[in-house]
């Protein structure tokens, strides 16, 4: 049988893809991406805020569309975050899908595949789980790799669903992350990026302590690897053990992705996120000047003032953020802060969004000003030719996929994917760094430990 899955959603969403199509592997099940080929397809969803809910469920109801097109001739299977907040409601919702799971039974999608009923009552809703049993299959041939460290939050943010989707704080043994960092290693993956709902709580369930910091250590002796990269920080447990990790071991990026969401304390009490979220940014601007911050914010949150956006606007122009992504608060039935009175319209939050957007990208700008003439190192992801010209787009230090923008130089010649070049930071082209080539590096980085 040929099976074709579809992704939708944040970076563990990719990961676990990564891991279903490896069980669909182990199950005999040929891995195709064209779903005109496929005689099943999974779609792997996401539903956190509503327009995430929206693409999933545009997405089944264009697989179901396909199916008829087939005489039927394709089966619907759904996974992830959208069956495990609509629960039963998924079948009166869409009955001509074959079956669903929730995000704590993907070990079980071999089974539900291979059962002839539709049968949902097989399976409980428990929210989140590990599910590497099959190992992993990488679904894009780049340099770099996310790795999912632990499921679920303990944290109650007010705006936030994640918690009953992905269930309790949950730690991946040390030991079976190392194993799979190395198989990735093995495979070609020169860059680790370190994701959770929370990274920074990492051990808290099974050390009941932070122990991000001796984990990074240990991946970092993993020699082919030559990044490895942290995001989804949590302000209060960030500890200075970890700081003193990244600023000191060669092969962690000076970088770090810590979601504040709001500087305003009235607004951080009502988003039930850390008071001290200032102090901790300040420290880490202060002690760690080397380490290259990167954050997101939500703007037109219930009951914020023109005053809360002036505060936040003022951080902002500090400077301790080189990146900051900008989103309009969503509202959420399932949320604490759907109940709160002072809801924002949605133009008002949009204006707010523009005027955070470009305080910012000044920021941005004035950052990359500042390193002109800096000669960095990135790795290569895309190579296209143009006459006798090559033009590649790579990545430095501080920049994360998807997220931060490219690294853009001209070569004579092509450079593999995955190789290190050394290029001077000539200016930004808004969120892209135009650079010229110095010396091209191929492997990994000399010298490391
Ligand atoms: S830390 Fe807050 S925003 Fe992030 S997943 Fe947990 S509850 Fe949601």
Redesign the pocket.
């Known amino acids: 049988m040929k099976a074709a899955i579809i992704v939708l959603g944040c970076p563990k969403n990719i990961v676990e893809s990564e891991y279903i199509l490896a069980i669909l592997k182990d199950g005999g099940f040929q891995i195709v991406s064209d779903l005109q080929e496929a005689d099943i397809a999974i779609v792997h969803t996401c539903s956190f805020i509503d327009s995430a809910r929206k693409e999933s469920e545009k997405t089944i109801r264009d697989l179901i569309d396909i199916k008829e097109k087939k005489d039927g001739n394709l089966k619907i299977f759904v996974s992830g975050c959208l069956p495990q907040l609509l629960k039963e409601s998924m079948l009166t919702k869409f009955p001509q899908i074959d079956g669903y799971i929730g995000t704590g039974s993907l070990d079980k999608l071999q089974n539900i595949i291979k059962s002839q009923k539709q049968n949902i009552s097989q399976f409980s809703f428990k929210a989140g789980g590990l599910n590497y049993s099959k190992g992993r299959i990488l679904s894009s041939n780049l340099a770099y790799a996310y790795l999912k460290i632990a499921e679920g ?1 303990n ?3 007010s ?2 669903i ?2 009953d989707l992905r269930g309790k704080y949950i730690s991946r043994s040390e030991s079976s992350l190392l194993n799979e960092a190395k198989q990735l290693a093995a495979a070609g993956i020169k860059e680790l990026i370190i994701i959770a ?2 990274t920074t709580s990492y051990g808290i369930d099974l050390y009941n302590a932070f122990v991000l910091d001796k984990l990074l250590v240990k991946l970092s002796k993993i020699k082919e690897i030559s990044r490895i990269r942290l995001l989804y920080a ?1 302000p209060n447990s960030i500890t200075d053990d970890l700081l003193k990790v990244i600023s000191e071991r060669e092969n962690i990026c000076k970088y770090m992705d810590i ?1 504040v969401q709001h500087i305003s304390k009235k607004i951080l009490s009502l988003m039930r996120r850390p008071l001290n979220t200032r102090k901790i940014i300040e420290k880490i601007s202060e002690n760690y000047p080397q380490i290259v911050l990167r954050t997101s914010f939500i703007t037109g949150f219930p009951q914020e003032t023109k005053q809360d956006v002036k505060e936040l606007l003022s951080f902002i122009k500090e400077g301790h953020f080189q990146y900051g992504g900008v989103f309009k608060y969503s509202d959420n039935k399932e949320a604490l802060s759907s109940i709160l009175a002072g809801h924002i319209a949605q133009k008002e939050a949009q204006e707010r969004k523009v005027l955070i957007e470009n305080a910012q990208y000044d920021i941005f700008k004035t950052k990359i000003e500042n390193l002109k003439g800096k000669e960095i190192e990135v790795i290569t992801e895309n190579c296209r030719q143009k006459d006798n010209n090559w033009t590649i787009a790579a990545r430095s230090d501080f920049q994360s996929p998807e997220i931060d923008g490219s690294t853009i130089f001209k070569s004579p010649s092509p450079i593999p994917i995955g190789s290190f070049a050394k290029v001077k930071i000539i200016s930004n082209s808004g969120y892209n760094i135009k650079a010229a080539a110095v010396i091209p590096l191929y492997g990994g980085v000399a010298g490391r430990a």
């Open positions: 939050c944290h109650k943010c705006f936030c994640i918690p709902q929370d949590y979601p």
